[in-house]
């Protein structure tokens, strides 16, 4: 069974406008918010935290919506295409809100803005199980987070160079000006996703890959029989599975989360150092963990999924360990960090595509909806619990607090039992074969 890599990159481009816009918001609205509407930082801290709370509603809702939608062009698709044009649209417009002073008129236009990106970020990311037989599945995801990867340096490039510094008269400060930034990313947002609706079949390519993740032997069904009859719930040792699973995606978020989003405060006000030496820490991570994908991916199907999320987290429990040791920049913590970038790729890998294997066909979206809402969950919580012990008991806390979080889900973790796939491991090049049509 062989991976079309090409389809896969294709269906991977709607994650890849949703990693674009976000590293553009997460990067712009704060600035517009302090620098325009000139809003304190703990009211800014409430804005940007209100797409990860509506994110927790939102986007099982739309999951479900997609999973319970039947028309010409496929279940996914109208959400993607209305949700992508939509967010477009609005994003252009969004120069002219900052320019009127509104900010009432400003939240009123964001809230519109982010309730049209969750309108098709599950649906977005459910297409690529619909469309990838169930042994790919971390491969496939793989090479979805490098299309986001892809996303995220799109947006960091033209955030260089498409954003334009007047000096103001009346007050001799410069102002950044984000309208030409706003309007390409906005275009490349539409050009993407035309790009995936022309080549993207999605009906087709659902009950071709149906034919094959249900196509087993009686024998194999009564196996991977997920359903209790008659009431087309989960069995209870499957639902066991997927609160377990559930459990392990908040708990290392709530441990990675920590650390990635505190670790430019702890490193400046701990160990003294420079900002620039702080970021290329993190920086580290991240290619670290870009580069480990599609390895990671082909290792998943050789050991499983499991086993390589629990090597993950034994990994990030060791890295966050050992650095909580350090008394200032070292050379080895940039080695650190790149280890900590593969520990991360392992979970970030299979922890999807676990969750969607307990799910049927029908409901995919729902699955993808609960993934994010556990996730999102986290990330709301980890900054207001790690942030308080920071504050309160000292910044020693971070790592020890990032490294049981972490560990506890390799707990939780020991009681899953579903949700993995060990296809039979090639031999030599033939393990590199992949179809490329």
């Excluded at 350090?326 to 999807?352: C, E, H, R, T």
Aim: aromatic share 10%; glycine share 8%.
């Amino acid at each position: 069974m062989k991976l079309n890599v090409k389809r896969t990159t294709l269906v991977g481009l709607a994650f890849m406008t949703i990693c674009a816009f976000w590293q553009m918001y997460d990067f712009t609205v704060p600035l517009v918010l302090k620098n325009t509407f000139h809003l304190g930082d703990t009211w800014a801290g409430v804005v940007m935290a209100m797409d990860n709370v509506l994110a927790l509603f939102l986007l099982p809702l739309f999951g479900t919506l997609s999973d319970r939608c039947h028309t010409s062009i496929g279940r996914r698709m109208p959400f993607i295409l209305f949700g992508t044009f939509a967010a477009a649209m609005l994003l252009c417009c969004l120069p002219m809100v900052i320019a009127a002073g509104s900010l009432t008129l400003f939240l009123v236009c964001l809230g519109a803005l982010l309730l049209a990106m969750a309108v098709y970020r599950s649906p977005a990311v459910a297409l690529m199980p619909d469309v990838t037989p169930k042994p790919l599945r971390s491969k496939g995801n793989a090479i979805i987070n490098l299309m986001g990867a892809v996303g995220g340096m799109i947006a960091l490039g033209l955030i260089r160079v498409a954003v334009v510094h007047r000096l103001n008269p009346a007050t001799g400060e410069t102002v950044s000006d984000y309208a030409y930034l706003y309007w390409i990313i906005a275009a490349v947002m539409m050009a993407s996703v035309v790009v995936l609706a022309l080549t993207i079949r999605e009906p087709k390519l659902v009950a071709e890959m149906e034919a094959i993740n249900y196509g087993e032997t009686a024998e194999e069904l009564k196996k991977n029989e997920v359903r209790e009859k008659g009431t087309g719930r989960l069995n209870k040792d499957v639902f066991k599975s997927l609160m377990m699973i559930l459990c392990s995606i908040s708990l290392w978020f709530m441990g990675y989360n920590a650390v990635t989003t505190a670790f430019s405060k702890y490193a400046i006000t701990v160990w003294g150092t420079a900002e620039g030496d702080a970021a290329f820490c993190v920086m580290m991570a991240t290619v670290a963990a870009i580069l480990s994908y599609w390895p990671v991916g082909i290792l998943s199907s050789r050991v499983g999924r499991k086993r390589m999320i629990q090597t993950g987290i034994l990994i990030l429990t060791g890295c966050f360990l050992a650095t909580g040791f350090f008394q200032g920049m070292s050379p080895f913590l940039y080695v650190i960090f790149a280890l900590l970038g593969f520990g991360w790729a392992s979970i970030n890998v299979n922890s999807f595509p676990m969750v969607v294997e307990m799910a049927s066909g029908a409901d995919t979206g729902k699955y993808t909806g609960y993934y994010y809402t556990f996730s999102m969950a986290a990330q709301v919580l980890t900054p207001i619990l790690s942030g308080a012990l920071m504050e309160h008991v000292g910044y020693h806390t971070l790592f020890p607090y990032a490294a049981v979080m972490v560990l506890g889900s390799f707990i939780t973790m020991l009681f899953v039992r579903h949700g993995d796939s060990k296809p039979e491991a090639k031999r030599g090049l033939e393990a590199l074969d992949v179809d490329e049509e």
